[in-house]
């Protein structure tokens, strides 16, 4: 189904930067809007329920899982993360832009779900930053690190899966490209037919 809203889905390797440039997108663009997704870790830092995300039991999440509530979820660093289908479909049916951050697996079945969804792969300048990255955000243990960098190989050869790619060399640049994402995906002709629909209409244009 058509709405009148955009889709927008980023996924990245871990300590790629994909929080930090969704964040900065959504202060300068009050017409994105986050999708909030479940997940079964803990509350890192701030973080706080329904704002980064729902977080939820085991139990809870099977429970979403049988109800068929998810239109992705996925196991990330024996963690599990879920997006709900009815509330991107909300916002999207009210003309929001929604933006989702999810891992490369959520994305695919994204994609297979929402023909229309734009999807977009952050990926760090080298392996060496990346690693600098995760070891100053102080958050995990040396064997965390070493798992998230085995992991971001894997994630990284699917990037070619993706519409578009940013390297998130320096962050103005890539914000600079993540805005240029949205901005042009809003102005193709099936986007616009969406959103304008009325003017179209108007204007004769099937």
Not at 88 to 95: L, P
Not at 185 to 199: I, P
Request: proline share 4%; net charge neutral.
């Amino acid at each position: 189904m058509d709405y009148p809203g955009n889709l927008f889905v980023v996924a990245a390797p871990s300590g790629a930067g994909k929080s930090s440039l969704v964040k900065a997108l959504l202060e300068l663009d009050s017409r994105v809007q986050p999708s909030v997704s479940h997940t079964t870790r803990a509350p890192r830092g701030q973080e706080k329920h329904g704002r980064e995300y729902f977080f939820t039991s085991q139990q809870e999440f099977d429970a979403m899982v049988a109800a068929d509530a998810f239109v992705e979820w996925a196991h990330v660093h024996s963690q599990r993360y879920g997006t709900s289908k009815k509330a991107i479909e909300e916002r999207m049916a009210q003309g929001a832009d929604v933006i989702l951050e999810i891992d490369f697996q959520g994305a695919i079945q994204i994609k297979n779900i929402f023909s229309n969804a734009i999807c977009i792969f952050i990926l760090p300048p080298s392996w060496e930053e990346l690693r600098s990255r995760l070891e100053r955000r102080g958050e995990d243990a040396p064997d965390v690190i070493d798992m998230r960098m085995k992991n971001a190989q894997a994630e990284v050869s699917h990037a070619d899966k993706f519409d578009f790619v940013i390297i998130n060399e320096l962050f103005d640049r890539a914000l600079f490209d993540l805005k240029a994402i949205v901005h042009s995906q809003r102005l193709k002709f099936s986007a616009q037919r969406r959103a304008r629909a009325e003017t179209f209409k108007a204007l004769n244009i099937p």
